[in-house]
């Protein structure tokens, strides 16, 4: 009998793809809440023949040499995939794939949440009646930014963008957004958005909400320039990368009154440690990098994870790679 295919699965992730690894594979699997350490990672790659990662694990030239030369492919449990070094892959010709399309709409939920809880000061209101401060009715308790009619510009118009923009046109809202590649007209028309450039949308926008891949050009695209060039009364939202944003400028800004509020699903670092500023900022909505973490999203994340690991370990294109060059 043909020995199963030796696996590594970084993590527990649900058994709607688990249990199709199990099935199918020789199956290790690291059972711990937290990531591998990395000496740990390298060892338990070694001799694998797929490995189904997580966004916590770096995926690189090192890892690839830990894991040998019959390694056949890299399935990421995310959609994001900036924690793999995609040309150390394409360059043994090794594909990897990503969870893409099943859980835009539930990050923009996530998003749209976060926008709605900094401008109405929800989780400071949630405190002040838990810490027993409510006496009364008050004509200046608690005062936000309204949300309908607003100004949203959305900084990256990809797919979780534009559900932001329904949402946004859904809530009555002006909706902006700037991308490097333009929307269709049709497009702009059916979402009810227009393209700025970046410097209009960062002044005339009440909310930015980012959506953009962490790369070389987006790493602090929102720094102390940008921020200040935002209203004071600007809320910013980002469920994209924490490195997106300067977190230090970020915290001057929210301290100084140059933005209104932050919500931050994603941070720099991530996690953000407990007695980091930004955590103890009443007008700073931090989550922990929750945005698809509802149960059928995650099902089907793990389900399309599963489904690039034993496509490629059979030697098939895998259902949803990043890097297709590999079968040119
Ligand atoms: C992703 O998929 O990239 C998210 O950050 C986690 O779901």
């Not at 959609?79 to 010709?93: E, H, Q, S, W, Y």
């Not at 949630?126 to 309204?146: F, H, I, N, Q, S």
């Not at 009440?206 to 929102?222: A, C, K, P, Q, R």
């Not at 399309?304 to 098939?316: C, F, I, P």
């Amino acid at each position: 009998m043909k020995p199963r295919p030796r696996v590594f699965v970084t993590r527990v992730i649900p058994d709607a793809g688990l249990d199709r690894v199990r099935e199918a594979c020789d199956l290790d699997l690291w059972e711990d809440d937290m990531p591998p350490a990395r000496d740990e990672l390298l060892r338990r790659v070694a001799g694998v023949d797929g490995l189904l990662s997580l966004l916590t694990d770096r995926v690189d030239d090192e890892l690839l040499d830990a894991a040998g030369p019959q390694l056949k492919v890299v399935s990421n449990f995310a959609v994001g995939f900036d924690n793999i070094d995609v040309p150390a892959l394409t360059k043994r010709r090794l594909p990897a794939g990503n969870t893409p399309g099943v859980l835009t709409e539930t990050t923009a939920d996530l998003a749209f949440a976060l926008l709605m809880a900094a401008a109405r000061r929800i989780p400071e209101s949630v405190d002040y009646v838990r810490e027993g401060r409510w006496k009364t009715w008050g004509p200046m308790l608690l005062m936000g930014v309204d949300i309908h009619g607003a100004t949203l510009g959305i900084v990256g118009f990809g797919r979780i963008g534009r559900e932001m923009a329904r949402r946004g046109r859904g809530f009555g809202m002006n909706v902006i957004y700037h991308d490097v590649h333009p929307a269709t007209p049709g497009e702009e028309a059916e979402l009810g958005a227009r393209r700025v450039e970046m410097d209009e949308l960062l002044r005339d926008s009440d909310f930015v909400s980012l959506h953009v891949n962490l790369t070389e050009e987006t790493n602090h695209l929102i720094d102390a320039d940008a921020l200040r060039a935002m209203k004071p009364t600007a809320v910013l939202v980002n469920t994209s990368r924490g490195p997106v944003v300067d977190a230090g400028a970020l915290e001057t800004a929210l301290r100084d009154g140059e933005i209104f509020a932050a919500g931050l699903d994603v941070t720099d670092p991530e996690p953000l440690p407990v007695d980091h500023p930004l955590v103890a900022m009443p007008n700073c909505v931090v989550v922990p990098h929750i945005a698809s973490a509802t149960r059928v999203t995650r099902d089907r994340m793990a389900a399309m994870a599963a489904a690039n690991l034993l496509a490629g370990m059979r030697g098939e294109r895998l259902p949803t790679p990043i890097n297709p060059e590999v079968y040119e």
